[in-house]
Antibody, heavy 121, light 107 residues
Framework: EVQLVESGGGLVQPGGSLRLSCTAS????????MSWVRQAPGKGLEWVAN????????YYVDSVKGRFTISRDNAQNSLYLQMNSLRGEDTAVYYC??????????????WGQGTLVTVSS | DIQMTQSPSSLSASVGDRLTISCRAS??????LNWYQQKPGKAPKLLVY???SLQGGVPSRFSGSGFGTDFALTISSLQPEDFATYYC?????????FGPGTKVDIK
């Protein structure tokens, strides 16, 4: 059974930093692109970042460029999101998801349960 | 970046209804279009990938169609468990984008 488990969310002040983690089991983690997707309270889904299998290529939504960094440790089957200079509009549930890069359409096929990040003073 | 739009943004329907949700991309994305279902407090679930391929375990009353810029998700006979929000998503570029969602609730 595939499981993605996020952790690291919490309350942080504006301008602060937080590091999210996602641990995968049941998949050959190193074969997958991985993504972070977020959802602000009462809002829709917003894709945040992608990383390729070796972690060398990374892509970000414009609103987080220069503030967030996606990374991975294939030996630990883990994905990370380092979030700096946090703003109120970053308040959201953050999901990690695997990208089925070998599947037509390249969908996000497995998702974690999400971790809540609240940016507030 | 590729922009995705969906229509309608919400709709009310009854059990047994046939409904279609539309999704449009701001440029040609071939078949790099996927559909997700999300229920309150839950993670999204992949329904359809590559515009028209049904994900394993998804009931056959769901179907997807389209190519290029215009796509649709159809539910042939709405069931109680189908009341949810539906999102389209493009993976044509390495920068993914989601549509704004369509909320389906009970009439």
């Amino acid at each position: 059974e595939v499981q993605l488990v996020e952790s690291g969310g919490g309350l942080v002040q504006p301008g602060g930093s937080l590091r999210l983690s996602c641990t995968a089991s049941g998949i050959r983690f190193s074969n997958f692109w991985m993504s972070w997707v977020r959802q602000a309270p009462g809002k829709g889904l917003e894709w945040v970042a992608n990383t390729k299998q070796d972690g060398g290529d990374k892509y970000y939504v414009d609103s987080v460029k220069g503030r967030f960094t996606i990374s991975r440790d294939n030996a630990q089957n883990s994905l990370y999101l380092q979030m700096n200079s946090l703003r109120g509009e970053d308040t959201a549930v953050y999901y990690c998801a695997s990208v089925a890069i070998a599947t037509s359409g390249t969908p996000l096929d497995y998702w974690g349960q999400g971790t809540l990040v609240t940016v507030s003073s | 970046d590729i922009q995705m739009t969906q229509s309608p943004s919400s709709l009310s329907a009854s059990v047994g209804d046939r409904l279609t949700i539309s999704c449009r991309a701001s440029q040609n994305i071939q078949i790099y279009l996927n559909w997700y279902q999300q229920k309150p407090g839950k993670a999204p679930k992949l329904l359809v990938y590559a515009a028209s391929s049904l994900q394993g375990g998804v009931p056959s009353r769901f179907s997807g169609s389209g190519f290029g810029t215009d796509f649709a998700l159809t539910i042939s006979s709405l069931q109680p468990e189908d009341f949810a929000t539906y999102y389209c998503q493009q993976s044509y570029t390495n920068v993914f984008t989601f549509g704004p969602g369509t909320k389906v609730d009970i009439k």
